[in-house]
């Protein structure tokens, strides 16, 4: 069988160099009944033009991915929010990462602040404030730098301590870490 279509197909190609070159006969086996010196005509189509090949410096450049604010979830009765300053995740290595803190005390009265810091997941505490106070509805605010030294993945986080300074500075301090904190990229 396979001989018989090879046969064929060489008949077929030797009859293309008579005919114009838009214009084939080409006799193929089927299945189905045909009579014999029955032609099947196809028109070839134009030939496709070659796809223009983008090089490595014309595709686009990846970015890092938007800083998206995380939900703040009520904690002993504050609501805070960490925010990169700058709107970025990435830095460089030994670049200030400047960091915006929002508390809101949302269940009334004033909330004793003793501490109120920052943690990165070198452990290292950086404290922002001391000795202030929540009052009920109003939004305190503060902002704050620090630097990484090793490149990698970094996480951030706030912690207060609602109690009083003295008191955080010891084992009977209220501390309270701020999930989920932030995400940053140093290189």
């Not at 703040?72 to 670049?95: F, T």
Request: charged residues 20%.
């Amino acid at each position: 069988m396979l001989n018989i279509i090879l046969i064929m197909l060489m008949l077929a190609c030797s009859s293309l160099s008579s005919r114009p070159p838009s214009e084939v006969v080409i006799r193929l086996p089927t299945l189905t009944p045909t009579v014999e010196g029955q032609n099947l005509r196809s028109t070839l189509p134009a030939p496709t033009p070659e796809p223009v090949s983008s090089s490595p410096s014309d595709l686009p450049t990846p970015s890092a991915p938007p800083v998206v604010e995380p939900t703040p979830g009520a904690q002993n009765g504050v609501i805070a929010k960490l925010a990169l300053r700058d709107n970025k995740s990435v830095y460089a290595v030994g670049e200030k990462v400047f960091v915006k803190v929002e508390a809101t005390n949302i269940e009334g009265g004033v909330k004793p602040i003793g501490i109120l810091g920052l943690i990165p997941d070198s452990g290292d505490f950086q404290t922002i404030g001391d000795n202030s106070q929540i009052e009920a509805g109003k939004p305190v605010t503060y902002e704050d730098d620090l630097v990484f030294s090793t490149p990698g993945q970094h996480k951030l986080w706030l912690s207060i301590c609602f109690s009083s300074k003295a008191e955080c500075q010891g084992a009977n301090g209220d501390w309270v870490r701020f999930e989920p904190g932030l995400d940053l990229i140093v290189q």
